[in-house]
């Protein structure tokens, strides 16, 4: 290779082999990048390796990767694993989708370059749930080949008491989350100044949730000679700035970077209105009763209330979310690995880290506002080289989202119809068919059978199986008034405003108040005493938010806010039809002033203009989100 001085926007492509040479002689290129956009990207050439004893792992590791039956390393392990060990010591990124097992691709060579003489804690990871946390620090156990190697998960939801005692051990490597992590850092129950190793996995996800600020306190406690290795799905630009910070001259490995999404995944939808979500659901758990995957609902209220009325339905199916204890979730996913359900009812946050295999559905109740997280949600299934199905439920006014994602993660998706009452019916019928065909007879039945043939003597084969399938027809499960098509026509629906399904309105609040779309609906549904099935389509700027509200709900609806005032400022509602959607730009404030400092969050207190107080009034609004049972905001205030 040449040793000219090589530009910053270069892009550099070279063999396993000559990887090492080029890294090890890298300081003598004068490249000096401003930021990491023209950091020079030094990928490996796909190169094909037959097993893991030839990506430089120790005799004793690949033996213990036989006897757990890894035969073929994944993209990513043939590639970072070789990288790490050849480059050591360097900072390194490493983007690929979730499920292509970037665990083995940092802890085979993470636990080949420590000092297992060495008592002190010389590795730190890092991972935004304790699920993923857990799962890591399993498998690292699993990995090592040395009874001299100690690992320790820490994590929030546990005994902080057991977590410490456990850190006075001799501990090399240290799993954990953010928070638990940076609490125990506070408590000087754990010393990061020799560890040498600093690997953030699921990067992304750790933003996502907010742990910049404790990432970056972590991070100050490390000595600056550390390596950092990144692994991410995506390359958002607030990993973009942690690599600027932390970084210096990174390696980089992308598998599939222009690959979005898993191609085994097959992305289908239907169209539906939002209260027949759950009809539809329960139609394709009867028809497809192999179906085994996760559902992802929005909030921890919706989560729940959906898994109850399955599960009182008789559906195998169970809750997870934030508001469980860590027993709780413990024992829910110690179940699902169990196959004892049909379906896991989840919050995005709750399902982060699940690692669970042979799913055949990722089911979105609600699209995700995030493109990355549909794309983390379907990457639940299809993995190890099996297929998938990522279905989407929406409503006719989401079809636009579906476009979105087509065009911005460059995949298809299938429309589908809900299966009709006439195909569930066959669909159960077959069933049953089949579970008479091929259940084995019980020696007692024959004694049974010649008591019951006196009832049947005048009955044909045929009327006999006529009656036994028109039995079989009166347990299908319909409620009542449940309707036989669930689907709904594609479109914007009949539109909106007098004629059409719902009503466009305007409020003078916006983010500058510190709320979020949940804080708004939750707001309105209070004030108006709506349930919150009646309002959707919200858009949330600066100062202003429109939401829709059913045809059917909207008499008198804006009077219901007059004396209501936040921080001193009277909020008003009203009707604007005409008001864009989200996709169209930025809108204008309609007014309502400033109102003074929004930080305060002092709530909203009802003032009727007469001076007299409205029952509601007689307290300011400080309860948190009705879904997690805890207040919002800075401050543990709400903010209005």
């Known amino acids: 290779m040449s040793s000219s001085i090589l530009k910053p926007s270069e892009k550099i492509e070279v063999s396993g082999l000559c990887m090492m040479h080029f890294t090890k002689r890298r300081n003598i290129f004068k490249i000096t990048p401003t930021d990491y956009e023209s950091l020079p990207s030094r990928r490996l050439k796909a190169h094909s390796l037959k097993n893991f004893s030839q990506l430089g792992l120790s005799p004793e590791t690949v033996k213990v990767l036989d006897k757990l039956g890894f035969e073929k390393p994944t993209p990513v392990q043939e590639q970072a694993i070789p990288m790490l060990l050849e480059n050591d010591p360097t900072d390194f990124i490493g983007l690929a989708q979730t499920g292509t097992g970037k665990t083995a691709a940092f802890g085979l060579p993470l636990m080949e370059l420590i000092d297992h003489k060495s008592s002190a804690t010389q590795a730190l990871i890092m991972a935004p749930t304790r699920e993923l946390g857990q799962q890591t620090a399993k498998q690292l156990v699993e990995f090592s080949a040395r009874n001299d190697l100690n ?100 390696l980089e490995l992308s598998i599939d970077s222009q690959d979005k999404t898993n191609k085994d995944i097959t992305h289908k939808y239907i169209v539906t209105k939002t209260s027949n979500k759950i009809p539809a659901l329960r139609r394709f758990l009867d028809i497809q009763l192999d179906m085994r995957g996760i559902m992802f609902c929005r909030t921890k209220r919706e989560t729940q209330e959906i898994a109850d009325d399955l599960g009182n339905m008789g559906y195998g199916v169970e809750a997870l979310h934030g508001d469980l204890s860590q027993g709780q979730r413990d024992s829910v996913m110690k179940r699902f690995k169990a196959r004892s359900m049909q379906l896991l009812i989840a919050t995005d946050v709750a399902a982060r880290g699940i690692d669970v295999n042979d799913l055949t559905h990722v089911i979105h109740h609600k699209l995700p506002d995030q493109l990355e997280s549909y794309t983390h949600r379907s990457g639940r299934t299809a993995r190890a080289g099996k297929k998938g199905i990522s279905l989407a439920f929406i409503n006719a006014r989401e079809t636009r989202r579906i476009k979105e994602l087509e065009s911005r993660l460059k995949i298809e998706f299938e429309h589908i119809e809900v299966p009709s009452i006439d195909e569930l019916k066959g669909s159960r019928l077959s069933h049953w068919a089949n579970l008479i065909i091929n259940t084995k007879v019980d020696k007692q039945s024959d004694e049974i059978l010649a008591q019951l043939k006196v009832h049947f003597e005048d009955l044909s084969k045929e009327d006999i199986l006529r009656r036994l ?47 979020t779309k949940g804080d708004l609906i939750h707001f309105i549904s209070d004030i108006s005493r709506l349930d919150r099935e009646h309002f959707s389509e919200i858009s949330l700027q600066k100062n202003c938010a429109f939401f829709d509200v059913d045809h059917g709900k909207t008499e008198g609806f804006p009077e219901k806010f007059e004396g209501i005032e936040i921080e001193g400022r009277a909020i008003r509602v009203n009707r604007d039809d005409d008001a864009p959607r989200p996709q169209k730009g930025p809108f204008r404030s309609r007014g309502g002033g400033s109102g003074g400092s929004r930080s305060g969050g002092k709530g909203y207190a009802g003032k009727s203009r007469d001076g007299g107080g409205r029952d509601r009034s007689k307290s300011s609004y400080k309860g948190g989100s009705r879904d997690s049972g805890k207040p919002r905001g800075s401050g543990g205030k709400r903010k209005y």
């Not at 129950?189 to 970056?216: P, Q, R, S, W």
Request: proline share 3%; hydrophobic share 35%; glycine share 10%.
């Open 469 to 515: 399938i028109t039995t079989q027809l009166d347990h299908l499960m319909t409620r009542d008034g449940e309707d036989s098509n669930l689907n709904e026509s594609q479109g914007k629906g009949k539109g909106r405003g007098e004629g059409g399904k719902t009503n466009r309105y305007f409020i003078n609040v916006g983010t500058m108040d510190g709320i």
């Open 151 to 250: 690992i320790e998960v820490v994590y929030g939801g546990a005994a902080i008491d057991r977590q410490i005692k456990a850190l006075r051990k001799a501990v090399q490597i240290v799993v954990a989350t953010p928070g638990r992590l940076l609490d125990l850092i506070r408590r000087k129950a754990i010393h990061l100044e020799d560890v040498k190793y600093v690997v953030l996995d699921e990067a992304d996800e750790m933003l996502t949730m907010g742990f910049k600020e404790d990432i970056d306190e972590i991070l100050s406690h490390t000595s600056a000679g550390r390596s950092t290795w990144l692994f991410s799905a995506t390359m958002p630009p607030e990993i973009r700035k942690i690599v600027k910070k932390y970084m210096e001259k990174p």
